[in-house]
């Protein structure tokens, strides 16, 4: 069984299936929040003794994993599946939990899917997968281990969440405190928030605790209460550039500069990587992905990218909100885009004979050189 997180019922019991479970996908506060439930579920909060919690990324004493040493002694499958495999003391089942799973070397995890069916079916093993890192797949699973878990238990996919996603995760939070949003608020909290669901959280409450109870929350409350990042501004910026809006850039930029006290050397950086951004999803665009689709599906766009990429961005609710000024700029706008920024740069460290230039004024020159 496959199931999405924001499929699962919002309270009551989460639907279940044999004993081995999997909480997958890169939203970690979705997934805490999910193993907290199924830990409430599957066991009483008071049975310390069939309870068992095991980190894969941790080291473990008395355990190996060279298959040379596990001749010797037991690996980790062997103490996941000892506990696992017990009969509970004085309580209706047992629980083991398994972080990082991932982590476990292939051949361990083949191992493990063995001895799923050894298990009673009084007993549950939940296995949680990790962060991963930032910009890359995360790690899958060995075929046979994902395989006999779809078959016979449960897969939970928490991966982050579109702008669709948290717009209704946010109009339910609200709903459950007799509270709405009007669409234009909703849009800007998530622009401003994002749609991590700590930060949203965070700023949802916020909101709800100004307006209060039964209320509703307007675009002036959230301009009021939520900080107004640079990195929004930046994005407007570059709107105005892909439109060849000279004025409408500057406009944003003083506005950056005076208004959001921002120092020019810390716009500078964030407008490097809003470019690299914009090509790294042209790039993908002229592939023919499109946003809210899986960037990993274009191997050969991939394979055109930078080790460091931006795929975790692109990839997420940032989509959408990067592919309109892509589409917009051309090949040759974007190569003048990148002349232009590496002049700003030599301009305000006066490299290779450029004069110097106070950083204010390079930025307005790069702002109108962009829009040329």
Known sequence: MNIKYTQLPKSGDVPLQGSWLLVQGGEEHLKRLLVERLRGQLLAADDAFNFDLLDVSENWEGVKDSAEQSKRQPTRVDRILGLAQALPFLGSGRLVIVRNVELLPNDQQKKLAIGMATVPSMNHVLLITGEGESGKKPAKLAADLMKGIEKTGAVYDCSPLTEADASEWVKGALSAWKQKIEPAALKLLITRAGTELRRLGVETEKLSSLVGDGNTIRLAD????????????????????????????????????????????????????????????????????????????FPQAIAMLPEQNALSQIGGWLGSRLASPARLMSWEQLASAYQALLECDMAGKAIDGVPRQDMDLALEMLCVKLCR
């Open 222 to 297: 959230v301009e009021l209460l939520t900080p107004k990042l640079a990195e929004e501004s930046v994005f407007h910026l570059t709107d105005a550039v892909a439109a060849r809006n000279a004025k409408q850039a500057l406009t944003i930029l003083r506005e950056l500069l005076e208004e959001q006290m921002e120092q020019p050397f810390r716009i500078f950086p964030l407008l490097i990587r809003q470019f690299r951004m914009l090509w790294q999803t042209k790039v993908l665009l002229d592939a023919g992905w499109r946003p809210n689709g899986d960037p990993h599906s």
